[in-house]
């Protein structure tokens, strides 16, 4: 078992290259605090090298896309926490738990064995890894692009939105390294350890929100509310309470979101007039490795041609929060037009938004 990440090419897939992926994952979640998933996938990472059989394992085993890219170690860990959730697998609470002492290997196999079929169709899609708390980040960095003088009026778009969670990014309350936005106390609240200068402090306004997901979840919908839990990691109890948070404040007014692929949704988007004195603006966190390289492609030039037709009436604006797997830090990096286009790092953030290293 490698303690360590290991830097491998996150497209990299072949024999060999599906273990590596469940090291890394363990490594990931080590250095994130997530002890309990760490051993959830370290177990399953010590099945597979031993050659356990069954249909789950096999198929695993045989992945014919890249793991790493795919988050294939944590969309069958995913499907583990589940049957503990929902009480299908009780004897998972020892590890669920954190207790010492425990054949994790065993415990894992067992849940596996005895729930394979229920397992199975979370090997069909990418996690879903909604978390409120990376509005911190869009927020931090709409602050910044107002500096900049572009507008302070931000119309938001975001790709891969999941639940829309953070598409209710205005209905939050922000502490921002001593700089506070948002109504007061706001349906959920913020505070991530700051490191670095504050912010800049400037009044803005998010006009609207809009998103896309290849597979939208309903946080209405009991089962697809589960899904999203299971893919929170146990070990931070408050990323539990913001889901129940959202799911309450989702059914006040739903997000607006649409099935649609990144790139459609983008090009769509981008066509549509925008209103004069408003800042149009992609943002995404924790998605772009999600998304297709053509999809990728496809969006990277059509916000490109949108900013060539940019002005100071209408500027547009990029904004990711997303992985440096080279570093094995987060990086939340905007890009804006008229200005360039050019990418600025504006400092390194928690993946799951509980701190921010603010770095212009």
């Known amino acids: 078992m490698a303690d360590e990440?290991?830097?491998?090419?996150?497209?990299?897939?072949?024999?060999?290259?599906?273990?590596?992926a469940f090291d890394n994952q363990v490594a990931y979640c080590r250095k994130a605090g997530a002890t309990v998933t760490a051993r959830v996938v370290a177990a399953l990472r010590d099945l597979l090298e031993r050659g356990e059989g069954g249909k789950l394992f096999d198929t695993v085993r045989a992945w014919p896309g890249a793991p790493l890219a795919d988050a294939l170690p944590l969309r069958v860990s995913g499907g583990i926490h589940s049957l503990y959730l929902k009480g299908s697998a009780p004897a998972l609470g020892a590890i669920y738990r954190d207790e010492p002492g425990v054949d994790d290997t065993a415990l894992v196999a067992a849940a596996v064995h005895a729930h394979e079929a229920e397992l199975m169709p979370w090997l069909d899609g990418p996690p879903q890894t909604n978390e409120a708390g990376r509005s911190s980040g869009f927020i931090a960095a709409m602050l910044w692009l107002a500096e900049q003088g572009l507008s302070p009026r931000f119309q938001c778009l975001e790709i891969g939105s999941s639940a829309g969670i953070n598409l209710m990014l205005a209905r939050y309350r922000y502490e921002?390294?001593?700089?506070?936005?948002?109504?007061?106390?706001?349906?959920?609240?913020f505070e991530p350890r700051w490191k670095g200068n504050p912010p800049p402090d400037r009044a803005i306004e998010i006009v609207s929100t809009r998103?896309?997901?290849?597979?939208?979840?309903?946080?209405?919908d009991p089962a697809q509310a589960l899904r999203l839990k299971a893919f929170i990691w146990p070990e931070h109890a408050e990323r539990f309470?913001?889901?129940?948070?959202?799911?309450?404040?989702?059914?006040?007014?739903?997000?607006?979101?649409?099935?649609?692929?990144?790139?459609d949704f983008m090009e769509a988007e981008l066509a549509r007039p925008q209103e004069a004195g408003t800042t149009r603006l992609l943002m995404h966190s924790i998605v772009w490795q999600y998304v297709p390289a053509d999809q990728q492609e496809r969006i990277t030039a059509a916000m490109e041609a949108a900013g060539a037709r940019a002005t100071a009436e209408r500027p547009l604006a990029w904004i990711a929060l997303e992985a440096n797997r080279m570093l094995h830090l987060h990086e939340l990096v905007v890009r804006y037009w008229p200005g360039g286009g050019e990418p600025v790092m504006l400092g390194r953030a928690h993946p799951h938004g509980m701190m921010i290293d603010w770095q212009v």
């Not at 921002?176 to 609240?189: D, F, Q, T, W, Y």
């Not at 129940?244 to 790139?263: C, F, G, S, T, Y």
């Open 211 to 220: 998103g896309c997901d290849v597979a939208p979840v309903d946080l209405a």
């Open 176 to 189: 921002l390294g001593g700089v506070s936005v948002g109504p007061e106390p706001g349906a959920m609240r």
């Open 241 to 263: 309470e913001r889901m129940e948070a959202a799911i309450a404040e989702a059914a006040k007014q739903r997000p607006d979101l649409v099935h649609m692929n990144a790139a």
């Open 5 to 20: 990440y290991q830097f491998i090419d996150i497209n990299a897939s072949g024999p060999g290259i599906v273990v590596a």
